[in-house]
T-cell receptor, first 114, second 113 residues
């Protein structure tokens, strides 16, 4: 069974640009969540989608958005990039029909903003 | 607000010895789930162990076990017979809502030969 797949793995963007990251969950998983990891702030929850609906949202500005498709694949978008958006972005998936399901993570997408 | 605190930024242990990583959390919920994740240098988060708050019995997975003290809101991870492959950053996490994890700041563990 394939794990959580994130693309691209590495990318470099310029301030002011926008970026789209993609995540394919484990087959059968309907929940996809996104996290930002930085040395200063640690791991922070961005948002979570379940069956194409955003079910939970973290405390990030509106420049960060996401969506989930009918096949459970998810994308997150960051517009008007800032230097502080440089981070490892982790996607995770789970069955999440109730709390306590194991949440599996992808290898992450490294974003560098210059 | 629900928070998770790991008070040990770095720890080291000799190979084959036992080490305990600390974690405390704060919540007003009665039923919830706690996790320990491992993040090796590859940066992929790997689930180590999971604990359901309504279960009194401490979870165990091979060399990994937890000491769950619900009243004290403490959730420590014990690694027995430490191996070089255990070198990683370890995160304690709390499931706030379904699919949403709150993480501690992490503990970097180095296993020395």
């Amino acid at each position: 069974k394939a794990g959580v797949t994130q693309t691209p793995r590495y990318l470099i963007k310029t301030r002011g640009q926008q970026v789209t990251l993609s995540c394919s969950p484990i087959s059968g998983h309907r929940s996809v969540s996104w996290y930002q990891q930085t040395p200063g702030q640690g791991l922070q929850f961005l948002f979570e989608y379940f069956s194409e609906t955003q079910r939970n949202k973290g405390n990030f500005p509106g420049r960060f958005s996401g969506r989930q498709f009918s096949n459970s694949r998810s994308e997150m978008n960051v517009s008007t990039l800032e230097l502080g958006d440089s981070a490892l972005y982790l996607c995770a998936s789970s069955l999440a029909d109730f709390s306590g399901n194991t949440i599996y993570f992808g290898e992450g997408s490294w974003l560098t903003v210059v | 607000a629900q928070t998770v605190t790991q008070s040990q930024p770095e720890m080291s242990v000799q190979e084959a010895e036992t080490v305990t990583l600390s974690c405390t959390y704060d919540t007003s919920e009665n039923n919830y789930y706690l996790f320990w994740y491992k993040q090796p240098p590859s940066r992929q988060m790997i689930l180590v162990i999971r604990q359901e708050a309504y279960k009194q019995q401490n979870a165990t997975e091979n060399r990994f076990s937890v000491n769950f003290q619900k009243a004290a809101k403490s959730f420590s991870l014990k690694i027995s017979d430490s191996q070089l492959g255990d070198t990683a950053m370890y995160f304690c996490a709390f499931e706030v809502n379904t699919g949403k994890l709150i993480f501690g700041q992490g503990t970097t563990l180095q296993v020395k030969p």
